[in-house]
């Protein structure tokens, strides 16, 4: 969903795919949960319940692990 490339032209640039992008501008600058993310998988994309958690929880692991959120 996003990838971290690090060299000495870029120093650390981030790139989302479009639904990262898409979830990235429907949250930003909002306090946000899980659950906020995986209504909007749900409600923009055709996943069930589950797969919007799954990947939910996958990409806030993610914005976490790249020190986007808190």
Same mark, same amino acid.
């Given at each position: ?15 989302? =795919? ?7 501008? *429907?949250? #930003? ?5 899980? @659950?906020?993310?995986? =209504? ?7 996943? *069930?319940? #589950? ?5 939910? @929880? ?13």
């Amino acid at each position: 969903i996003l990838e971290n490339y690090n060299n000495e032209a870029t120093r650390d640039m981030i790139t989302f =795919n479009s639904t990262a992008a898409f979830l990235w501008e *429907s949250l #930003e600058e909002k306090e946000f949960t899980q @659950d906020d993310v995986k =209504n909007l998988l749900i409600k923009n994309y055709s996943v *069930s319940t #589950e797969i919007a958690q799954e990947d939910s @929880d996958a990409i806030i692991r993610e914005w976490f692990n790249a020190s986007l959120v808190e």
